[in-house]
């Protein structure tokens, strides 16, 4: 049976790294690690992580093509083991509507360049 996909927003496939910072109600920094994105909509992303995320506030960041740090603020879904031994993370984006849109679009952005450059690299002849 095919499984219904309940998410009101449409989700889009990516593979790129990501800063998160584990936060509490009050917004204070209680850890700091990297992760990998794989996917993300309007209104939240997924992504897999090598340790289990214990708070129930992120902040999420990374850097633009501009040089420009870019960050949203979310709260954790779910964190669960995956066969690999890691963990999947999925988390509801907090902000303005126009902030979670801007978060999304500029990750989106630079995975494509992150993937187009690999994409050349491989092409090149040796």
Do not use: W
């Not at 219904?4 to 927003?9: G, S, T, V």
């Not at 910072?21 to 992760?35: A, E, M, P, S, V």
């Not at 993300?40 to 501009?66: A, H, R, V």
């Not at 126009?98 to 494509?112: D, G, M, R, T, V």
């Amino acid at each position: 049976m095919k499984k219904i996909d309940k998410r009101k927003n449409p989700r889009t496939d990516i593979c790129t790294p990501i800063s998160y910072f584990c936060i509490d109600k009050n917004g204070h920094i209680l850890d700091q690690q990297t992760g990998a994105a794989f996917n993300i909509s309007q209104s939240g992303i997924g992504f897999e992580t090598g340790l289990t995320i214990k708070s129930d506030y992120i902040l999420l960041n990374f850097i633009d093509l501009e040089d420009n740090v870019v960050e949203i603020k979310g709260q954790v879904v779910y964190c669960r083991k995956n066969d690999s031994g890691r963990y999947d993370t999925g988390i509801n984006f907090h902000g303005t509507h126009a902030e979670k849109i801007q978060f999304k679009n500029k990750l989106i952005e630079s995975c494509n360049y992150q993937k187009n450059r690999f994409d050349i690299a491989i092409s090149l002849p040796t």
